[in-house]
């Protein structure tokens, strides 16, 4: 009996383990950066601009890439993930666009030892996928301008929106994600242009 015992005991463990070597491999996303910024001869704007980090919710601080089932019910997809959490990624790839774009005398990170005329900060609401009688790819984030010497918010920039995904799988519902964040991105920097353009101007008349 006890040679039964053991021998069942020896067959559960070679299942288990069996089962481990057969696991799924994990597959990894990431946002791309659009390459087609074009910085000019010298900065339009002569201000130094901070980049902070992008605040959001302990459900975007992690890698797993997030689903919507019939507008209620979130998840995350256990094998497709992001290379970095949204919120780090979604920072990267702003800090990477304004820093080539050229139209700003500098840009760094947020960080004690570095002053800044302005201090751009956001929050990630949404990056997932919404299920539906269409499958769509939300993304919303809201980003704000503070005035370093006063500390008031200056500027403010709200984006929604969903994109149509084409396709049913995954790697469809990334591109759709990425494309949509890429939009929120342009909508963004346009905002700030207006906004810098305008002030500068108004600074540099004042300064006269």
Known sequence: MRCKIIFSSLMLCLGILD??????????YQLAVPGDTAPGAEP???VTLLLGPIGTSSLYRDDRIVYTSNHEAM???????WAEPPSEM????????????????????????????????????????LDGKVLTARVTFEFELHDSRTGATVWQRYYS?????????????????????VSGLSDLREGLDQYFSTHTAVASRGAR
Do not use: M, W
């Not at 929106?161 to 964040?181: M, S, T």
């Open 161 to 181: 929106h969903d994109e149509p995904v084409d396709g049913k799988d995954v790697p469809a519902v990334v591109a759709a994600l990425n494309r949509n964040v």
């Open 19 to 28: 089962g481990c070597g057969a696991a799924r491999p994990s597959k990894f």
């Open 90 to 129: 979604i920072r990267e790839v702003l800090f990477r666009e304004l820093r080539s774009s050229g139209r700003y005398q500098e840009i760094h990170s947020l960080r004690s030892d570095v002053h800044g005329d302005y201090v751009l900060r956001g929050h990630l609401f949404d990056l997932r996928e």
């Open 44 to 46: 339009a704007y002569p």
């Open 75 to 81: 998840g995350t997809y256990q094998y497709e993930r």
